[in-house]
């Protein structure tokens, strides 16, 4: 009986030193050294929670939107060259919106208006959608604005928007009613809720009209211009003495345009 009960001791004593040396060697290892030292290996960062790069055609194309019975169902698209291999870039996003001259369902009209005229070239994304009838209704200008931003690989701080005639009217009532969505506007040759512009009192902005306007009178975006002022915001307007109804052409062919908008986040 002694001797069985020795046994089992030296049996005991055994299994814990083991069990003690296991555990002992475990706290006390080394950490394992992945590289050699003064080797660098480059790792991408795994992409944030829901970003992802689906590959564009380049140039412009055309893109349909289900706005739930709205009146917008195609969009002109712009992809820069080097979208598809600046992956780690977001890029800036112009959303332009057209006058009441290209209202309807040929959208190649709006490939020859305005800012998607002069697109080639611009460091921007640009989203031009066409209004189908009736007016731009912000109700389904926010539904596009979803699609884009979620759809394509662009910089949230940095979207503007941009119109002529209907479309600076357009630009003036999206932007005073959802102000935190845009980092810049240029409204051209337009108007706008002169009450509303308390929305805006923080807002780049940047305006055109011609003086000698037959079709929208001057005095709207003047009228604006002012109450702008008087909030405090240190709104951009020029005023062509001349020139009519059409402001754009000039407006878009200014590059100090593109270079102000660049320099806008939210």
């Known amino acids: 009986m002694k001797k069985r009960a020795i046994k089992i001791l030296c049996h005991v004593f055994v299994l814990s030193a083991l ?26 960062p795994p992409p944030a929670a829901g970003d992802t790069f689906p590959p564009q055609q380049t140039g412009i194309t055309v893109q349909k939107i289900d706005t739930k019975g709205g009146n917008i169902s195609n969009y002109v698209l712009y992809i820069p060259d080097g979208y598809n291999e600046k992956k780690d870039y977001k890029w800036p996003i112009v959303i332009f919106l057209h006058g009441v001259g290209e209202m309807g369902n040929n959208i190649d009209v709006i490939k020859q208006v305005g800012l998607v005229k002069v697109a080639a070239g611009k460091p921007f994304v640009i989203i031009a959608p066409q209004c189908l009838s009736g007016w731009w209704n912000p109700q389904y200008l926010d539904i596009l604005y979803k699609e884009v931003v979620n759809k394509y690989h662009v910089d949230l701080t940095r979207v503007y928007l941009t119109g002529l005639s209907m479309g600076g009217y357009g630009t003036w009532d999206w932007s005073s009613a959802h102000p935190e969505k845009f980092a810049a506007i240029v409204p051209i040759s337009g108007g706008g809720d002169i009450n509303r512009m308390k929305n805006l009192k923080t807002m780049p902005i940047w305006v055109f009209h011609s003086a000698d306007d037959p079709t929208v009178n001057v005095e709207n975006s003047r009228t604006l211009v002012q109450q702008l002022r008087a909030l405090g915001n240190n709104v951009q307007y020029t005023e062509y003495p001349t020139g009519g109804h059409d402001a754009w052409t000039r407006a878009y062919a200014n590059k100090d345009l593109y270079t102000w908008l660049l320099k806008q986040h939210k």
């Open 19 to 44: 069990a003690l040396f296991s555990c002992s060697k475990t706290e006390t290892a080394n950490p394992v050294q992945v590289n050699p030292p003064g080797d660098t290996i480059l790792v991408n």
